[in-house]
């Protein structure tokens, strides 16, 4: 099961963070990706990352402002999101998905288990 938290309302430049804690089971060699939908779009991808090896990859339209992250004695993986944009705002869901090919660690069909979302707004 995963669980996202940390989403809410921010300005335009604010930050937020959201958490995902994964339970029933531990991290080993999985990759935990987030993604986004707004309203009437399709899902996109916005970061993932190796909880073996801790790379990461980012969607162009977040780099360089959000930054994934995990800690793996907590289960968590973690998405820092600096100089939020309105276009930012969206429903965001956390994934998880054992022994992916990193070709497809940013493709939203690659992944099996997903959380409930959480809303991120920005004004």
């Known amino acids: 099961q995963l669980v996202e938290s940390g989403g809410g309302s921010a300005q335009a430049g604010g930050s937020l963070k959201l958490s995902c804690v994964a339970s029933g089971y531990s991290f080993s060699d999985d990759f935990m990706g987030w993604f986004r939908q707004a309203p009437g779009k399709e899902r996109e991808p916005i970061a993932a990352?190796?909880?073996?090896?801790?790379?990461?990859y980012y969607a162009d339209s977040v780099k360089g402002r959000f930054t994934i992250s995990r800690d793996n004695a907590k289960n968590s993986v973690n998405l820092q999101m600096n100089s939020l944009r309105p276009e930012d705002s969206a429903v965001y869901f956390c994934?998880?998905?054992?022994?992916?090919?990193?070709?497809?660690?940013?493709?939203?069909?690659?992944?099996?288990?997903w959380g409930q979302g959480t809303q991120v707004t920005v004004s």
């Open positions: 990352i190796s909880t073996g090896t801790g790379n990461t």
């Open positions: 994934a998880a998905q054992s022994g992916l090919n990193i070709r497809y660690v940013l493709q939203e069909v690659a992944y099996s288990y």
